[in-house]
Nanobody
Framework: VQLQASGGGLVQPGGSLRLSCAASGRTFSSYLMGWFRQAPGKEREFVATIKWSGGSTYYADSLKGRFTISRDNAKNTVYLQMSSLKPEDTAVYYC??????????????????WGQGTLVTVSS
């Protein structure tokens, strides 16, 4: 399984950004896909999950309403749409995958596969 995250960059506070995670190497119909983030000096933090089949989603409480996870089956790609960004959203964002996980998997240790991360910087 290969996961390629992209879409990070510099954005002003209040702005929006969409991250992408292109998945390859397997059939992902049973997979759980997740987004995590890690700010400098902090532990990796859960952001959101989505089941490839059915599209069920789950979010960190603190991010509900600002972040939206979605997937495009035809492109084998998972997205994270981020809006009303704040400086505290600055982090490296990682996508992750687990073959049979459930949407409530919020611990990084529950995921078998990881992408390389993409840096999001929210600053004026």
């Amino acid at each position: 399984v290969q996961l390629q995250a992209s879409g990070g960059g510099l954005v002003q506070p209040g702005g929006s950004l969409r991250l992408s995670c292109a998945a390859s190497g397997r059939t992902f119909s049973s997979y759980l896909m997740g987004w995590f983030r890690q700010a400098p000096g902090k532990e990796r933090e859960f952001v959101a999950t989505i089941k490839w089949s059915g599209g069920s989603t789950y979010y960190a409480d603190s991010l509900k309403g600002r972040f939206t996870i979605s997937r495009d089956n035809a492109k084998n790609t998972v997205y994270l749409q981020m809006s009303s960004l704040k400086p505290e959203d600055t982090a490296v964002y990682y996508c992750a995958a687990d073959p049979f996980g459930n949407t409530w998997y919020t611990s990084p240790g529950e995921y078998d596969y990881w992408g390389q991360g993409t840096l999001v910087t929210v600053s004026s």
